[in-house]
């Protein structure tokens, strides 16, 4: 298992000692930028870390957020992108179709970068009803590293939130990973 950590603009610098990937929020809807993006991204590339980079899906506007979100996101061949996909601070979330049109349309812009889908359990088993995690599912469920409780296959699995969020991925090699990052 490789170990990384997922952070947004309330880590405006975070350690990289012990860690193999960081993802970084670059978006949210189709108005906000994480402010502190640019540090953070030559923070966690100086470390020879893999990127990537996600956005928060709102409702509505799928298309729209897709492209707001690769328009501010400095991209590199083999960087990886993630929607998540959760309740807002506004108490909603978007549909399955909005989660999976923003997944397809990534897909569309980008076809040479992966893009998962991050979600908590509770949405993985309560709310999605479609299944389609683009090319990887990344799960949130705070319980052991590597054992989230699903059935899925997943590529990520985010364990904590104390300090900050952590994750596990299912590579044997930070190589593996660039490898599978590159396509």
């Known amino acids: 298992m490789l170990h990384g950590i997922d952070v947004s603009s309330y880590q405006e610098t975070f350690d990289t000692d012990g860690v193999d990937f960081v993802?970084?929020?670059?978006?949210e809807g189709s108005s906000y930028v994480n402010p502190h993006l640019a540090a953070q991204v030559k923070r966690?590339?100086?470390a020879g870390c893999v990127v990537g980079f996600y956005h928060f899906l709102w409702p509505g506007k799928v298309a729209?957020?897709?492209?707001?979100f690769l328009a501010?996101?400095?991209e590199r061949a083999g960087d990886l992108f993630a929607v998540d996909w959760e309740q807002t601070?506004?108490?909603i979330r978007a549909s399955n179709a909005d989660k999976d049109a923003f997944l397809h349309e990534l897909k569309r812009l980008?076809?040479?970068h992966r893009a998962l889908l991050y979600c908590g359990r509770s949405f993985w088993l309560d709310v999605d009803r479609t299944s389609y995690a683009g090319d990887g599912l990344w799960i949130a469920d705070y319980v052991e590293p590597g054992r989230p409780r699903i059935e899925a296959d997943w590529r990520l699995h985010q364990y904590t939130d104390h300090p900050l969020d952590k994750n596990?991925?299912?590579?044997?090699?930070?190589a593996e990973?660039?490898?599978?990052a590159g396509g």
């Open 177 to 180: 990973l660039r490898d599978w």
């Open 64 to 68: 729209e957020q897709a492209r707001f």
């Open 23 to 27: 993802f970084i929020k670059s978006t």
């Open 89 to 91: 601070g506004d108490g």
């Open 44 to 46: 966690a590339r100086d």
């Open 168 to 174: 596990v991925a299912a590579f044997a090699s930070p």
């Open 72 to 74: 501010r996101t400095p």
């Open 110 to 112: 980008r076809p040479d």
